[in-house]
């Protein structure tokens, strides 16, 4: 028996969890790749997120210590309106290096902390918030590895959890709109899903563009990727980085722009050559230049009932004939797109859509 | 390399060392149920069970995310109700079973999340067996980037009425290599019950599709089989179809359709429109879209009037449906090197064609005094010589066969055509290295 636990220490049925237990200490003690606070690299995931001693004060509060800074996106991806936490940890001394605006190269063992809250009452923060889940992202020598941990409903806790979990939330929105749902948590199959870019799992949301944006910070407010040279945390970084449009902020770029940044930040985690929806020749990320790859005039393939009945993924000035709008305009389960991290219709996204393929021209399709 | 392969030197589930070892594996039956740290043994490595009596929600998805590589997660019989999707990537040698395909049902009826019932990607040697998925709110079991895939014995099943609504396929790997798919049954699917799309090596074989609208459908694939299988009350009982604008295979080829049974496949069209399969005239037994080199022979093919074999360019379909256009300078709409020989034919008098191309062909049919069995669409390549784009059709009994000019709107209509009294050599057997069950 112990032999088999030691060749498959991954196994871990209810009954054998002291044997797993053991090992992970086991695993602590050969620390050869300690992180400063206590745990080595290869002990992760740790059964709790206080575990990771990156927070001060009380949990709920996600107070970052020093190895932490928070960060934003101009624009980030629609989960059912949760509002989001972010955050990236460096084991000290490590740098990430720039190497061009969709990529930075992280050093083995820096870690981000994606956490997701809603507001009792979004028009009144003072009011309260419930935490549900936080994602945690750690390059490991041999790359990224994604773990989920789930809060409890006394906000003292988030513990580890591979299988995800749908949870009823509730809320008030900013227009005062009573909201109820189902809140999905993705599972950890699911995380790699949407992570794995080609073959390795990769961050997605703070790419350079993304993060090229100022943040206020305890001390002050200044641009993000700045203040992590200034920190000595990135190396490399140009001059000038192009800047991602902010979705929702017309000043900050054109209404194509802003739309083509929707689209990569919400679909092309799948719809790019590397993803997972490769198979149907659809690519919505920025760098796509084909308009037929980019959904213009192509029909669908393996769409379904996601058609709609329509014949092609956008037609110019025709956003009700358009596939892609019909999908962002549904919740259910065979027709909707993103397939997973919504279950409501973002309207302001859709909008957003919406105005592009009707600014689109020439109208119509051959 | 079209496709993210990891490597495959480990491979204790191949066919030939299984059938090798079988009667051992047979004698030592019950020592399976042991755990083994065995690097090269044939026994799985570790057994995750799964019952209704417990909380296997979470249980069955922690199972599939812990399983170690030549593990199993056994689902024991019961109806086990899930709410999201299951899914499961990265690993090689998983094998996920039930009991029996009527005693262990996955129930997907109250989904909240996901858009499949079972998904699985970037997996080497997977094998699903002895199950049923039942009523996803999309697609059955999806299989995606994965090399080696066996199902034995599954179900997908959408219990729901034959709507636009239902998922689109039961079983769908997509661009994968080395696929089996035995003794497998699908019904209700609003696509294709069976769907194998952008993948290599593959076969499909005696399985049973009924109340479909397409029941087999191979898409972009490059050397398949689909034998022994029975496909009735579907729109189109077989599809074999190449279409544009898709990114791993461009140009589909070398398929062979044989040994199956085609029966009443009148189930009128509910795919949703704006999907290829929304073309398919009910009454289609099988169909061939824009493919080169496919063999269709041994088939019986009953009560399948509108189109009993059919084959078809893709010009065609622009001609008939104007949401057919494509922007794909590396797609062949072409038809080239078909052989269609030794099928037979049984027509059901008085059947009622219908749809769009339905009534259109049967106008056809009738304006020109002619009740083909096996329909040419006519086109024709002018930049390819003669000898490599044959469409030969023999020795199948009695049946008729006609060149519709398709292309031209019909215009020219020519039965029993010339040009299609020739011949063509066999296609070889399609090789495939699909793991066999262990147990």
């Known amino acids: ?366 | 390399m079209y496709i993210r392969k990891r490597s495959k030197t480990h491979n204790p589930l191949s066919m030939n060392a299984a059938n090798r070892v079988l009667p051992w594996m047979l004698a030592l039956l019950p020592l399976w149920l042991l755990p083994s740290c065995k690097e090269d043994s044939l026994e799985p490595e570790g057994i995750w069970f799964i019952s209704t009596d417990e909380d296997y929600k979470t249980t069955a998805q922690e199972a599939l995310v812990n399983a170690a590589d030549y593990d199993t997660v056994h689902f024991r019989a019961g109806v086990f109700e899930f709410n999201t999707q299951l899914s499961v990537s990265n690993k090689t040698g998983i094998v996920i079973r039930g009991e029996g395909r009527d005693v262990t049902i996955l129930d997907f009826s109250a989904q909240v999340a996901g858009a499949q019932g079972i998904l699985a990607t970037d997996m080497v040697d997977i094998i699903f067996a002895d199950l049923t998925v039942r009523d996803m709110a999309g697609d059955g079991i999806k299989v995606k980037d994965s090399d080696g895939i066996s199902f034995f014995r599954v179900g997908a099943v959408y219990t729901t009425p034959l709507t636009a609504d239902n998922g689109a396929y039961g079983l769908y790997p997509v661009t994968c290599e080395d696929v089996l798919i035995d003794d497998c049954y699908v019904r209700g699917a609003s696509d294709a019950g069976i769907y194998v799309g952008q993948s290599r090596q593959v076969h499909v074989r005696n399985c049973y599709v009924e109340e479909c609208v397409a029941g087999i459908e191979v898409e972009n694939c490059i050397n398949a089989d689909v034998y022994g299988n029975t496909a009735t009350k579907n729109t189109g009982g077989i599809l074999v179809f190449d279409l544009p604008s898709l990114p791993v295979i461009k140009n589909g080829n070398t398929t062979r359709v044989f040994d199956n049974d085609l029966i009443n496949n009148t189930q009128g069209n509910f795919a949703p429109p704006g999907n290829a399969v929304a073309n398919i005239p009910e009454g289609t037994g099988i169909m061939i879209l824009a493919y080169d080199r496919c063999e269709v022979f041994n088939n019986r093919i009953t009560g399948c009037n509108t189109l009993g074999i059919g084959v078809v360019s893709y010009l065609t379909l622009e001609v008939l449906d104007p949401g057919s256009s494509y922007d794909d300078p590396d797609y062949d709409p072409y038809v080239y090197n078909i052989h269609i020989h030794d099928n037979t034919f049984n027509r059901s008098p008085g059947y009622p064609f219908a749809g769009v191309l339905g009534l259109t062909l049967q106008a056809v049919y009738t304006a020109n005094s002619i009740s083909p069995d096996i329909v040419l669409d006519g086109s024709f390549n002018p930049a390819v010589p003669e000898a490599d784009q044959k469409i030969c059709v023999y020795d199948n009994g009695g049946a008729q066969v006609a060149n519709v000019d398709a292309v031209n709107e019909f215009a020219n209509v020519i039965p029993n055509p010339v040009s299609a009294d020739c011949t063509l050599s066999p296609l070889p057997e399609t090789a495939i290295d699909a793991p066999l069950l262990p147990y």
């Open chain 1, 1 to 366: 028996m112990h032999r088999f636990f030691l060749t498959k220490p991954v196994k871990s049925r209810p009954v054998f969890g002291f044997l797993t237990a053991a090992l992970l200490l086991f695993s602590a003690c050969r620390d050869d790749k300690g992180l400063g606070n206590g745990f080595s690299l290869d002990s992760l995931p740790l059964e709790q997120l206080s575990d990771y001693q990156l927070f001060e004060g009380a949990l709920k509060d996600l107070r970052p210590g020093p190895g932490l800074l928070p960060y934003d996106l101009n624009t980030p991806l629609f989960t059912d309106y949760a509002e989001k936490l972010r955050f990236v940890y460096l084991p000290e001394g490590a740098q990430i290096t720039y190497v061009d605006e969709a990529t930075l190269e992280y050093p083995v063992g820096a870690m981000l902390f994606k956490n997701f809250f809603f507001y009792a009452d979004a028009r009144n923060p003072a009011l309260g918030r419930r935490i549900l889940e936080t994602r945690v992202l750690a390059l490991h020598e041999d790359g990224w590895k994604a773990y989920s941990y789930l809060w409890n409903d006394a906000q003292t806790e988030a513990t580890y959890r591979v299988t995800g979990a749908v949870l009823p939330i509730e809320w008030i929105q900013e227009d005062g709109t009573n909201r109820s749902i189902q809140y999905v948590i993705p599972n950890q199959v699911d995380c790699q899903n949407c992570h794995q870019i080609g073959d390795p799992l990769m961050p997605l949301g703070p790419k350079p563009r993304n993060l090229n944006r100022s943040y206020s910070y305890a001390d002050g407010t200044v641009n993000q990727l700045e203040k992590w040279v200034e920190k000595n945390w990135l190396t490399g970084l140009p001059t000038s980085v192009p800047r991602m449009p902010i979705w929702n902020d017309p000043s900050s770029g054109n209404l194509n722009d802003r739309a083509r940044a929707y689209l990569d930040v919400n679909c092309a985690h799948c719809h790019r050559p590397e993803g997972d929806a490769d198979n149907s020749g659809l690519f919505l990320n920025v760098e796509n230049a084909s308009a037929s790859a980019l959904g213009i005039c192509k029909p669908p393939v393996a769409a379904g009932a996601g058609s709609g009945g329509f014949a092609f993924d956008i037609v110019p000035g025709r956003p009700d004939s358009s596939i892609l709008l019909y999908r962002m305009n549904s919740v259910a389960l065979n027709v909707m797109m993103p397939e997973a991290g919504r279950t409501i219709i973002h309207q302001e996204g859709f909008e957003l859509i919406e105005a592009w393929i009707a600014s689109l021209s020439p109208e119509g399709c051959p």
